[in-house]
């Protein structure tokens, strides 16, 4: 675990989408140092006419949403942060001020884990 949901708007190809996906693992990997098979990545296209943004329709957008295990390091959080800031402006081509990130520290106890139980009971 950690769980990355990544919201993007229309209009990214499916080489753009899986770029997506694969880099945000790898920089989840780098930065962290999770196992890659503990990462999972999941990708939500939104249609044309769900997002306003400050006024806008349809504007580009790049949403990061991490769900994690507490205990990462403030500098490690922003690290992650910069990593999928950067990927995403060079994959999308979408200027800074249309990509944003969101990490949610959850206690151990709070998240499902392989095996059906909690992180804690696994030891983590």
Do not use: C
Not at 8 to 17: A, C, I, R
Not at 43 to 71: C, R, S, T
Not at 84 to 104: P, V, Y
Not at 107 to 120: D, E, Q
Request: charged share 20%; aromatic share 4%; proline share 3%.
């Amino acid at each position: 675990m950690p769980y990355v949901t990544i919201t993007t708007t229309q209009g990214l190809n499916n080489v753009q989408k899986k770029q997506l996906i694969e880099r945000s693992s790898e920089a989840v990997v780098q930065t962290f140092g999770s196992a890659l098979a503990s990462v999972r990545v999941m990708l939500h296209e939104l249609p044309e006419g769900h997002y306003l943004d400050g006024g806008q329709w349809n504007a580009p957008a790049v949403l990061f949403k991490v769900d994690m295990i507490a205990g990462r390091t403030e500098e490690q959080k922003a690290a992650l942060l910069a990593a999928f800031g950067k990927l995403a402006e060079e994959i999308t081509g979408h200027g800074a001020d249309h990509i944003h990130g969101i990490l949610n520290d959850i206690p151990n106890t709070n998240i499902r884990v392989r095996g059906g139980v909690t992180a804690k009971q696994a030891g983590r």
